[in-house]
């Protein structure tokens, strides 16, 4: 089944790799935040996974992106189909991709990477749920935002987006656009601040 909205083949591959929200749109011009997208479409996007991924994309991947949108648009050319399209970014927790089908229109396809829930989970706290609100202790991070679950080495964590972290950590994991890119912690580096509202 081809979607209404964003690209058929990045859509389908995301799905395919259970992706825990998968969304569609088409734009014209360059939008600046996901609230500005009017030709969008959800697939297999249950909430909180569906307002977590929203949530990122107009925090910060369209700002990210927002100085390289034309590195996606010169392949708006009616005649010219990209159905699998331009990878415009990605990091341990979102991808988005910009092409077209032939038309006028700019095709984008975002997701939010499979949890993996595998691992040694040291913490006495239950695992959070995606978009729940936690207090990063390790390195003065702060508040931070569940994007996902995984494991690495063996030792079950989570990808989380400070919500303001310290300068050094803005230069370290600067994506452009003023904004940031998230960070891994593990089960034992964080404390539970706000439960996600599903």
């Known amino acids: 089944m081809i979607p209404v ?4 083949v990045p859509i389908a591959t995301a799905k395919e790799d259970d992706a825990e929200a998968v969304w569609g749109a088409a734009v014209e011009g360059r939008p ?8 969008m479409t959800w697939y ?3 909430r909180p996974a569906h307002t ?5 994309l107009s925090e910060v991947v369209f ?9 996606a648009r010169p392949l708006a050319d009616p005649n010219i189909a990209t159905p699998s399209g331009v990878v415009l970014y990605q990091d341990e927790a979102v991808v988005l991709v910009g092409g077209t089908l ?10 939010l990477r499979r949890s993996h829930t595998g691992g040694i989970w040291n ?12 207090q990063v202790d390790i390195n003065n991070i702060g508040r931070a935002m569940v994007l996902r679950h995984h494991a690495v080495y063996g030792q079950a964590g989570m ?10 950590y803005r230069r370290q994991h600067d994506k452009g656009g003023g904004v940031w890119g998230p960070c891994w912690v593990t089960s034992t580096e964080w404390q539970l601040v706000e439960k996600e509202r599903s």
């Open 32 to 39: 600046t935040s996901y609230f500005a997208v009017q030709r």
């Open 5 to 8: 909205w964003g690209l058929p």
């Open 123 to 134: 913490s006495p706290l239950e695992r959070p749920d995606l978009g729940d609100i936690v």
């Open 102 to 111: 032939g038309g006028p229109y700019l095709h984008l396809a975002a997701w």
């Open 52 to 56: 977590v991924l929203g949530r990122y």
């Open 63 to 71: 700002p990210a992106v927002s100085a390289r949108w034309d590195d």
């Open 159 to 168: 990808a989380v987006h400070p919500l303001d972290p310290p300068a050094w």
């Open 44 to 46: 297999d996007a249950p």
